[in-house]
């Protein structure tokens, strides 16, 4: 069963491409059909495109992996941080920071400073200090939450990236290719998908649209999520039935071998 369908992409505008003029030749497979200067995206395709990313992430997420959303256009921002937070995976809304994957242990280093200004703050370490420096590390800190607040739990290099617009987020993109973390992008008829590996081609400019398609893939992690739950429970309860099964057995043996201990001098005797 399809995660999304027809009629609900098309009241989302998922199928409204750039201009003809400013298509991307590579885009081609995707493209349904031009009208009034519009190229009109080829909506079987991106169903297609969404069942087959949302498979592949419910994958990721039931094998207790990350996947960083990225989205600083001004129309995606609102929508990824919110969705990305509600099935609890990292995103970047913000500039995205340069060096953030291929140079991973200096942003590291950037989180646990903003741990380290919040335990001044608690141990009472940050009153000692005067009234100039409370101020610059106080905005310290809220450039740093701005920029990398939402990645604080990511201890390590995500398993996949979650991209809105790969013209804006190339940069992001060039990091993931370089240290073989796949792609997942919605690409517009004006981009390159060359360097994605889950190709949504799609509107990435209308809001309506980057929902419907996050709706399906942040499902799709859900549902990952929820089936490593249930397995989790199921392993934790074998394992339990596993020990109450044995422990008649270990009783068993104890006895054994005290009966033989008891035996062993009476012998000796005769």
């Known amino acids: 069963m399809s995660r999304t369908n027809f009629d609900q992409l098309l009241e989302a505008g998922v199928h409204f491409g750039h ?61 990824v941080a919110e969705k990305a937070a509600s099935v609890g995976m990292p995103y970047v809304i913000e500039r995205w920071p340069g060096g953030m994957l291929t140079n991973f242990p200096t942003i590291r280093k950037a989180v646990k400073k903003m741990a380290t200004i919040d335990k001044m703050e608690a141990d009472g370490t940050f009153k000692n200090l005067s009234k100039r420096e409370r101020l610059q590390i106080s905005r310290q800190r809220a450039k740093l939450e701005k920029n990398l607040g939402s990645i604080a739990d990511l201890n390590r290099l995500p398993s996949a990236l979650f991209v809105v617009d790969v013209l804006k987020e190339a940069i992001a993109i060039h990091e993931a290719n370089r ?7 919605m690409v517009d008829t004006n981009s390159n998908p060359g360097n994605v590996d889950y190709v949504i081609p799609a509107n990435d400019d209308a809001t309506k649209s ?40 270990k009783e068993r043996r104890q006895r054994g071998r005290k009966k033989a201990a008891e035996e062993a001098p009476v012998e000796n005797a005769e």
């Open 19 to 79: 201009l003809k003029r400013k298509w991307n030749p590579a885009m081609a497979p995707y493209i349904f059909m031009e009208r009034n200067g519009i190229h009109i995206i080829d909506l079987h395709k991106t169903i297609a495109s969404i069942d087959e990313a949302a498979e592949a992430m419910k994958n990721i997420a039931k094998a207790g992996k990350k996947v960083l959303f990225v989205a600083t256009k001004k129309q995606a921002k609102d929508v």
């Open 179 to 185: 240290l073989g973390i796949p792609v997942f992008a």
């Open 210 to 249: 980057i929902e419907v398609v996050l709706d399906a893939i942040c499902a799709a992690i859900n549902e990952g999520l929820e089936e490593r739950k249930v397995e989790k429970a199921d392993a934790d309860a074998a394992a339990a039935q596993a020990q109450a099964e044995a422990e008649p057995k």
